[in-house]
């Protein structure tokens, strides 16, 4: 029997069998919309990818924190 080929995510390294239907890059459950089936890099859906709000990673659609003096 052969095993489902196993590539890398292109944004963290992780093993990945799918990829972004928009770019075709390499992408993990982690960085793949269940919405669009779009990365992270590419996904233009109204809600974060869960991973990044989670991981605390910046997202385009957040404002930057103001800084107290």
Same mark, same amino acid.
């Given at each position: 029997m052969s095993d489902a080929r196993t590539f890398d995510c $292109?944004? +963290?390294g992780e093993p990945?069998?799918?990829?972004c239907v928009?770019?075709?890059k390499d992408a993990c459950?982690?960085?793949l919309c269940c919405k669009?089936?779009?990365c $992270?890099? +590419?996904?233009?859906?109204e809600v974060p990818l869960d991973s990044?709000?989670?991981a605390g990673q910046d997202?385009?659609?957040q404002q930057p924190a103001e800084k107290a003096v």
């Open positions: $292109s944004i +963290c990945s069998t799918q990829i928009y770019c075709t459950p982690n960085h669009c089936k779009r $992270s890099d +590419c996904c233009e859906c990044a709000q989670d997202t385009s659609s």
